[in-house]
């Protein structure tokens, strides 16, 4: 999933173009996806950080099935992402010379209906990887001192709730044969990943899931609403767009993305969940320093709320409405400090003009997100672009931008009007 964040800035008669893009990745749907010492993890003797992990870190765990009455077991489960019919549960083993005894490792879809347990043993020596049973597929590849082990499981069923993955160190003396109970040992691992679809993606070190990534080499890094734990709720990623529920879900730009601007212009293409919220409108994107919020109020109309002036300025779509028709839409926020703020539909600018004094000359807050204000009223809907300029675009301008935004979305299955 990417957002793409445009920053625009005139110096002397040279406009500068492209600044930023923004990465919103939630590729790791685990929790803590290193940490094998943590309570998430499951129990069993783990001694942390006793070698160099495949990216060359001293960060890769020695996990151990120290009783010979069961085998122990390392397990983690992840909500369920609704959009997926399929889950890759991939995880680094180092490579090892005994033979004498193989983990197994498993991932299960359950809720609902709970989908076949897929588990499999792995021949640390030679990277043979042999499934023991279930429906699902597996896979191991070479990466140098580590085998790369990945199970794929489905979900065919809308009730299901989470995925579950685990690791037992030590389980059999036999490769594919039932558990031996008096076997102990241990594996050196690293690197655990849950990712929707039906092959383990590129490592992504993600133990709060939180992050949106800034790659351009700026560090302006986001946040993504509304805790550093995986919750349920929280923003749901699909290709090309991000899913908010409406409920706390939000993506908080960092506070060096607007800081001190005194005129700016911010469009986010947009699809609103059709029906009504609580409170009866929705933020699409907010700032909390006396200043200017864009929000839906009663779900038809698009407005402004001045907080520091206790007024407020609407703009009405065509027809009177924004039409809760599910389509995709492209919102347009100008702003100048002590002059004008304007909001645009689309394209038509003959709905855009109500224009009220701004609250605040300058864009200082610390708080600006895409999807709420200042933590209430959020957006219920998914969002597939935003783009930034730190100036006031023309209308000529605007125009531009909406056919390159329209040509470049229509490849991932989002047409504007």
Same mark, same amino acid.
């Given at each position: ?50 070698? +160099?992990? /495949?990216?060359?870190?001293?960060? #890769?765990? !020695?996990?151990?099935?120290? &009783? =010979?009455? $069961? ?112 076997? +102990?040992? /241990?594996?050196?691992?690293?690197? #655990?990943? !849950?990712?929707?679809?039906? &092959? =383990?993606? $590129? ?215």
């Amino acid at each position: 999933m990417s957002l793409l964040l445009m920053h625009g800035r005139e110096s002397g008669l040279v406009r500068a173009g492209l600044e930023a893009y923004y990465d919103f990745r939630k590729t790791n749907l685990l929790r803590y996806s290193e940490q094998f010492d943590n309570a998430a993890w499951g129990t069993g003797p783990v001694t942390p950080n006793v070698s +160099t992990s /495949s990216n060359g870190e001293m960060t #890769a765990d !020695l996990v151990s099935d120290a &009783s =010979a009455a $069961a085998a122990q077991e390392f397990f983690q489960s992840a909500p369920i992402v609704s959009s997926a019919d399929s889950y890759t549960f991939s995880v680094f083993v180092k490579k090892h010379t005994d033979e004498a005894r193989f983990p197994e490792f498993r991932i299960q879809a359950t809720g609902g209906t709970v989908q076949p347990l897929t588990t499999g043993h792995l021949n640390t020596k030679t990277g043979t990887f042999q499934k023991t049973s279930g429906s699902g597929t597996m896979a191991v590849t070479d990466e140098g001192g580590y085998w790369r082990v990945a199970l794929v499981e489905t979900d065919s069923n809308s009730g299901n709730t989470q995925v579950r993955c685990a690791i037992l160190p030590a389980f059999t003396d036999v490769l594919g044969n039932p558990v031996n109970v008096a076997l +102990t040992g /241990s594996i050196t691992v690293w690197g #655990a990943q !849950l990712n929707a679809g039906p &092959s =383990a993606l $590129a490592y992504e070190k993600t133990d709060t899931n939180q992050t949106a990534v800034d790659s351009s080499g700026k560090a302006n890094h986001g946040t993504l609403g509304p805790t550093s734990a995986a919750e349920s709720n929280d923003p749901i990623w699909r290709t090309g767009r991000v899913r908010l529920d409406g409920v706390n879900d939000y993506v908080l730009t960092p506070s060096a993305v607007t800081a001190n601007a005194d005129e700016l212009t911010l469009q986010i293409v947009f699809q609103k969940t059709p029906g009504s919220v609580s409170g009866g409108h929705r933020t699409l994107f907010g700032h909390n320093a006396g200043g200017s919020y864009i929000r839906f109020f009663t779900d038809t109309t698009i407005g402004f709320w001045l907080s520091a002036t206790v007024t407020s300025a609407f703009v009405q779509g065509p027809g009177g409405g924004i039409p809760d028709d599910g389509l995709w839409k492209m919102m347009t926020f100008r702003w100048r400090a002590g002059v004008v703020q304007e909001q645009i539909l689309n394209l038509d600018t003959s709905v855009k003009k109500e224009t009220a004094a701004p609250s605040d000359g300058l864009m200082d807050s610390t708080y600006r997100a895409i999807g709420t204000y200042a933590g209430g009223n959020y957006f219920a809907g998914e969002v597939a672009t935003a783009l930034y300029y730190r100036r006031f675009l023309s209308d000529a301008e605007l125009g531009r931008n909406y056919a390159a935004v329209k040509a470049g979305l229509a490849p991932r299955g989002i047409s504007l009007p």
